[in-house]
């Protein structure tokens, strides 16, 4: 949904009887981005509405039903929540979203003790519970635990209620998985204040619309996992096993591996303070990036939007960096397995993140052509593209297998067992962050200018090393952010020109040389025109790797500056 068009009320009622049940109306979303999310919802005035002050909730919902799903075939989901000694029993109507608005039929009343709702106290909650599911028991099927901060704001229209909310879903006290996601509730006043908040929350390019409740998403985790674990999905009329989930099916409607992984829930930062042992630290940092690694997974494998297997890519490239940062504080038997299974899963992103970068680039030149010559190119995109399948075929064979299964759930395992694998320390052994950051982060630096003297007469492979020396800068700068200082912001945006300009020059570089190779291997089978058309495209990539190689200097001596080493050297001077 954008701006402020909100769909008509439905129709519908609770049943002959009775008083039609009031109409909750939301905004619902899913979190993708909370570095971009968070500006507006942290503002004391988001979007030019009155923000009030945020609060805190631990909400636990437990859903629940009959063996053969009456309440949600009569297109409802029925909750008891506990609050205190309180249990309320809630029913929402099952209404399809339109967008990310969500009106539904919403009834609440007290609850009683166990689940037979013919005891409880009377209601018109009760009573359309107990007519829906005739003599049938009520089984529980899910647990929906959330974690929420919730904040009013408001302006002339009227009132609604945000909520950020941290979800787990847990069946039979095992995690099955959780998600973020931001509900905004109408709670008084013009329904036009929804599409004003719906157009900013799009706006950051943090959120989507989610396409259902919290009780469908956790359902379709629910019997994700009954699928995994060859259980039939139950159902009134059928008692056959449901088919196994497709690879790349979303998260909120995950399959047999995602459903029962836990997906971390961290914070906007690793959380990495100077007093932290260093080995701690490097925890933090894992468990940080692991969570976003599992976040983008569900992306990665639908392929809809190639920036999740590239932000996947990126957590697996800071895991491993953070491991070199990091590694000396625990075993080696730890380390070894968790840099192993992180290079093969880099291995198996990359194959395809790459070529969705040259890809793109080729596409980029082609659309500057005629339509002569873009059809003439033609025979290079499509053999890139036929590779690109066969190595997202062989990502999905990866993240389908037991093997990559049990590098999750081991590294899982370490990042929530603080202790776990770190090497004793002696007393008056270094080990506190404030203690040991300052020399590796110098040592990275080191590392970046000790290219000084040969830059200028670099060959394109010792530029490369350059750039993955530059990369191991920037992750440990950004490993240590937190306890350095206001400095770090400027040799973070320095490091990182610098590594932009070599990944540039390196895609160049890459692109020359793989049409280089298509027109030696298949020039004979190619017209004229599409020889032609490829020569072309090589010559425009050697021309921007030549250029990009002489432009290095700049961004180079903006890093190596004696600014840049002070600014360093004040940052480390704040531990």
Known sequence: ????????????????????PPIEIELKYDVTDRALLDPLLEAAAPAGFAGGEWHEALVDDRYVDTPGRAVEHAGYAARIRERGDRRILGLKSLTPAVGAVHRREELEAPAGEGLDPRTWPASDARDLLVQTIGEEPLQERFQVRQRRRVREVSDADGAVEISVDEVEVLRGGHLLGTYSGIEVELRRGDEAILGRLATALEATGGVRPASG??????????????????????????????????????ARQAGSEAAERLLLSVGKTPGVAADDPVAEAGRKVLRFHLARMLAAEAGTRSGENPEDLHKMRVATRRMRAAWRVFGDGFRRGRVRRSVGGLRTLAGNLGGVRDLDVLIDLLEAHAAGLDP??????RPLVDAWRAERDRARTALLRYLDSAAYRKFVEEQLAFVEDVGRDVIPAGPTDPRRVRDTAPSRLWTAYEGVRAYDAVLRWADLATIHQLRIAGKRLRYAIEFFR???????????????????????LHDADVAAG?????????????????????????????????RLRRTIGPTWRRVT?????????RAVAQL
């Open 1 to 20: 949904m954008s701006g402020d068009t909100i769909p008509p009320p439905v129709s519908g009622g609770a049943g002959p009887g009775t008083s039609p």
């Open 213 to 250: 409740s919290k009780f469908e998403a956790a359902r379709d985790l629910a019997e994700g996992a009954a699928r995994a674990a060859g259980r039939p999905r139950a159902g009134r009329g059928s008692q056959r096993a449901e088919p196994a989930q497709a690879a790349g099916e979303p």
């Open 372 to 377: 002569a010559a873009r059809d003439a190119l």
């Open 482 to 504: 937190e306890p350095l200082g206001p400095d770090v912001a400027l040799l973070i945006e320095r490091v990182t020109a610098l590594q932009d300009h070599l990944g540039l």
């Open 514 to 546: 793989l049409a280089r190779s298509f027109l030696v291997e298949r020039s004979a089978a190619l017209s004229p025109a599409s020889v032609d058309a490829v020569g072309r495209y090589l010559g425009d990539r050697e021309r921007e790797t030549a």
């Open 561 to 569: 500056s004696i600014e840049f080493r002070r600014a360093l050297g």
